[in-house]
T-cell receptor
């Protein structure tokens, strides 16, 4: 079965640069979520979209933005990157408030 | 958000049952109890969920207290591949929050 696809899997950026992560949810899923997991920490909810509209907002910095496109893929844009943004970023998707399925994550390293 | 409390870590021997507890004393009537696990360097993986009744699936069983203030995830026979961080989470809507899971170590 198709899973949540994230790209790129690994990304290295310098401080103050911009990074964009992409997420392709499971086909026909109507909700996309973004989570951030720092080293040794639990995943923290950032933001979610339901049918292309923002639905919930968590601890997402103002430097970050996200959107869901007409084909339901989503992008997380991160600007003015800081060392502390280095983390594993997960995208997840679900259908009709059902089980949430996670992708394998995108590793962002800020140097 | 309703909070959950889990032990930081637990240890089990391979092939033995494991009972992972979770306290959620502030659970509301509409909160579902979800369990996810996260293997190293992987995304969280759904294990099981329930509302009031005990639940079984191919991965595990979920025992929910009558007052719903606690639950226990039961792995019937732990394997080395079950070593992971197990998260208990409550969601009344469509969002999962992860906090303070239990790191399960399985000894051969």
């Amino acid at each position: 079965a198709a899973g949540v696809i994230q790209s790129p899997r690994h990304l290295i950026k310098e401080k103050r640069e911009t990074a964009t992560l992409k997420c392709y949810p499971i086909p026909r899923h109507d909700t996309v979520y973004w989570y951030q997991q720092g080293p040794g920490q639990d995943p923290q909810f950032l933001i979610s979209f339901y049918e292309k509209m923002q639905s919930d907002k968590g601890s997402i910095p103002d430097r970050f933005s996200a959107q869901q496109f007409s084909d339901y893929h989503s992008e997380l844009n991160m600007s003015s990157l800081e060392l502390g943004d280095s983390a594993l970023y997960f995208c997840a998707s679900s259908l009709d408030e059902g089980t949430i399925y996670f992708g394998e994550g995108s590793w962002l390293t800020v140097v | 958000d309703a909070k959950t409390t889990q032990p930081n870590s637990m240890e089990s021997n391979e092939e033995e049952p494991v009972h992972l507890p979770c306290n959620h004393s502030t659970i509301s009537g509409t909160d579902y109890i979800h369990w996810y696990r996260q293997l190293p360097s992987q995304g969280p993986e759904y294990v099981i969920h329930g509302l009031t009744s005990n639940v079984n699936n191919r991965m595990a069983s979920l025992a929910i207290a009558e007052d719903r203030k606690s639950s226990t995830l039961i792995l019937h026979r732990a394997t080395l591949r079950d070593a992971a961080v197990y998260y208990c989470s409550l969601n009344a809507g469509n969002m999962l929050t992860f906090g303070g899971g239990t790191r399960l170590m399985v000894k051969p």
